[in-house]
């Protein structure tokens, strides 16, 4: 059973920054993609970075130079640190996890709020 927990959402100003991380349990960190992905109220679940188990990394049009993601293989956590942040930014954040072998081997966390307000 792999369990992914994240943490580190909260209230920030427009340009401001915020991280928020994923802690994994239950599986080998290492064997698996990550993702960030966010949903606002009414819209769909989208895709805002990836980073592969080797370390090779994917954003969204809309964050790419703003956000970046990494990941602690030591720690089995993954990283999402947004700067400039505009209110658009605002959603759940999203952790999952994809067996680099078997996608069908996919988890998601419970997400963490987001929110650009000034």
């Known amino acids: 059973q792999v369990q992914l927990v994240e943490s580190g959402g909260g209230l920030v100003q427009p340009g401001g920054s915020l991280s928020v991380s994923c802690a994994v349990s239950?599986?080998?960190?290492?064997?698996?993609?990550m993702g960030w992905y966010r949903q606002a109220p009414g819209k769909q679940r989208d895709l805002v970075a990836s980073?592969?188990?080797?370390?090779?990394?994917s954003y969204a049009d809309s964050v790419k130079g703003r956000f970046a993601i990494s990941r602690d293989n030591t720690k089995n956590t993954v990283y999402l640190q947004m700067n400039s942040l505009k209110p658009e930014d605002t959603a759940v954040y999203y952790c999952?996890?994809?067996?680099?072998?078997?996608?069908?081997?996919?988890?998601w966390g419970q997400g963490t709020q987001v929110t650009v307000s000034s």
């Open positions: 980073i592969t188990n080797y370390g090779r990394t």
């Open positions: 239950g599986s080998s960190f290492s064997l698996y993609n």
């Open positions: 999952n996890a994809e067996f680099i072998s078997d996608s069908s081997r996919a988890y």
